[in-house]
């Protein structure tokens, strides 16, 4: 079976003022190698847009970093990923 691993898509939002940077992935939900990929492809990004903010002079504020999960009522209780870790 092929798992898709998708890809990482990033928005720049303005939001109340602040700049906001958002990465999004979508994947096969309950698939734990699709999730699995997945969550290590988002935390790479995650550790990119951080260096990239760095070599700009911008530092990306920790606390203020969420990581938000969606999907069906019946797919998230079966999700494994609860944080995200910088690699
Ligand atoms: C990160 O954000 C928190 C919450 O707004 C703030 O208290 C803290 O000072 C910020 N840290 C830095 C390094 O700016």
């Known amino acids: 079976m092929h798992l898709h691993c998708g890809n990482v898509f990033l928005t720049l939002l303005?939001?109340?003022g602040m700049p906001?940077?958002?990465?999004?992935i979508s994947f096969l939900g309950g698939?734990?190698?699709?999730?699995?990929?997945s969550t290590r492809l988002l935390e790479k990004s995650l550790?990119?847009?951080?260096?990239?903010m760095e070599h700009?002079?911008?530092?990306?504020?920790?606390?203020k970093?969420?990581?938000?999960?969606f999907?069906?009522?019946n797919i998230l209780?079966?999700?494994?990923?609860?944080?995200l870790y910088m690699v």
Do not use: H
Not at 31 to 37: F, I, V, W, Y
């Open 14 to 16: 303005n939001f109340a």
């Open 71 to 73: 999907g069906s009522e």
């Open 65 to 69: 970093t969420e990581f938000i999960q």
């Open 20 to 24: 906001m940077i958002m990465l999004k």
């Open 31 to 37: 698939c734990k190698d699709s999730e699995l990929s």
């Open 56 to 63: 700009n002079r911008l530092k990306m504020n920790d606390s």
């Open 77 to 83: 209780p079966l999700m494994l990923t609860s944080k």
């Open 47 to 52: 550790s990119q847009v951080k260096t990239w």
